[in-house]
């Protein structure tokens, strides 16, 4: 199996998916496998909130449900620390010669898509990603600088 990446200097610093050719290859069955920067876990709203993305959301939930037998949740106090967080890594982007976006374009891309994170944490902290068991569910609070606080 291969494993996708994510290249965050890719379209000048806003990021897409690395060229497969790229991309790790694995063999099963494997005990933990870690996912960074994802929507993995966003449950669909109901249709009247967002039916464009319910739909898109139901293709990859019945996908990964298949593979996924127990979920750790980061939960971050407050979303709009991620504006900090893609900042910093811009400016890591840009010290190893790497295109990155400004801070202004980072404060302009993050803003995108914050609201989803306003609309979707709260269930996914409360319920996990698919809500069905939460003994397969952990949750470890980090704190700004991405320290962990607890897990439940």
């Known amino acids: 199996m291969k494993l996708p990446r994510y290249d965050k200097s890719a379209f000048g610093g806003r990021g897409d998916r690395a060229d ?7 063999e099963g069955p494997l005990e933990v496998v870690l996912f960074e920067g994802w929507m993995l876990g966003f449950k669909p709203l109901p249709n009247e909130v967002l039916e464009v993305v319910n739909k898109n959301l139901e293709a990859y939930y019945d996908a990964w449900d298949r593979f ?3 979920w750790m949740v980061i939960k971050i106090k407050e979303p709009s620390c ?6 910093q890594a ?7 010669g790497k295109p990155g ?4 374009e980072v404060m302009d891309f993050v803003s995108r898509y914050l609201p989803a994170y306003h609309a979707y944490l709260p269930t996914l902290y409360k319920e996990g990603p ?10 470890v609070d980090i704190d700004e600088k991405r320290n962990p606080m607890w897990g439940r």
Do not use: C, F, K
């Open 20 to 26: 497969p050719s790229t991309w790790p290859e694995v």
């Open 68 to 70: 996924i037998g127990s």
């Open 82 to 87: 991620v504006y900090q967080w893609r900042l």
């Open 90 to 96: 811009e400016i890591a982007m840009r010290a190893d």
């Open 101 to 104: 976006m400004s801070d202004e």
């Open 130 to 139: 698919n809500g069905s068991n939460p003994d397969h569910l952990l949750v």
